[in-house]
């Protein structure tokens, strides 16, 4: 029996038009992945990471190619995808529960059942003493965790994490990464994350998917497995196979690509 994937993409190509002419930023994109499993992504930075998570989520349509979730294509899929950017985007006048329902109160859906599941999952994840807070009074990885809640509100099963981590101070982030990863397999979400950290994306995914320059192209798709004895990120960074496979994802974004010949070299082009 083979399952049907969560997410399931094939020969995506994506172009921007403007009055200077097009960019294109997507070239041919295939990959697939299983409920459950928690995907990152890396390559040069402007490659077209934030382009293809934007497709997925449906905010703009392909030129070319198609996206599937749970085998629906992705014009039709309408159980809500979950967003998380950069920026934690919430809102100083609301309150952190208010701000935790944001989602179900635009979208008319909050019941006493919704709201008792956002309380939980506030106070789960360590921000029960905050419910009435505004999010100037919280850290940084407790209003990134506050950010996690509202997406999760809304019951996604496909989480799409864009960069979620870079705003946050060194400590914070190895500290918040591992909360995060932990809530999200816990729920047992499907997440595609995008980073520019390579240690973050070995410590924290199942696979990881390194795209080329623009226009991304998939250059290698790499299976990350841990030995049982390491299971959380923080964990994983001590393990033998640590500098082993973030050897090899490095590797990767240096070498030439195939299409163009040209060579990755940058130290800080990601
Ligand atoms: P990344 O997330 O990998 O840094 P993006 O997907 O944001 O890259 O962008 C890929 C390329 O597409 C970049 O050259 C960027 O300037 C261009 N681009 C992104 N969004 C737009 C847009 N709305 N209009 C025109 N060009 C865009
Ligand atoms: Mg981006």
Known sequence: MTLTPKLFIRHLSHSYHSKKGETAALSDISF????????????????????????????????????????IPRSQYKTPIGYMLQKDHLLEWRSILSNALLGPEISHCITPAKREYVLSLLHNYGLGNFLSSKPSELSGG????????????????????????SALDYQTRLQVCDDISEIIREQKKTALLITHDL?????????????????????????IRFSEAYNTPL???????????????????????EKTGEQNKGTNNW
Do not use: H
């Open 199 to 223: 240690a973050e994306a070995v410590s924290i995914a199942d696979r990881i998917i390194v795209l080329s320059k623009r226009p991304a192209s998939i250059k290698k798709i790499l299976p």
């Open 32 to 71: 697939s992945v299983d409920s459950g499993e928690f995907v990152a992504i890396v390559g040069p930075s402007g490659c077209g990471k934030s382009t293809l998570l934007s497709l997925i989520c449906g905010l703009s349509s392909p030129d070319e190619g198609e996206i599937f979730i749970d085998g």
């Open 235 to 257: 964990q994983k960074r001590n393990a033998p196979e640590f500098p082993v496979y973030f050897q090899m994802v490095w590797e990767q974004l240096c070498e030439p690509s």
């Open 142 to 165: 407790m209003r990134q965790r506050a950010a996690l809640v509202r997406t999760l509100a809304m019951e996604p099963e496909l989480l799409l994490l864009d960069e979620p981590f």
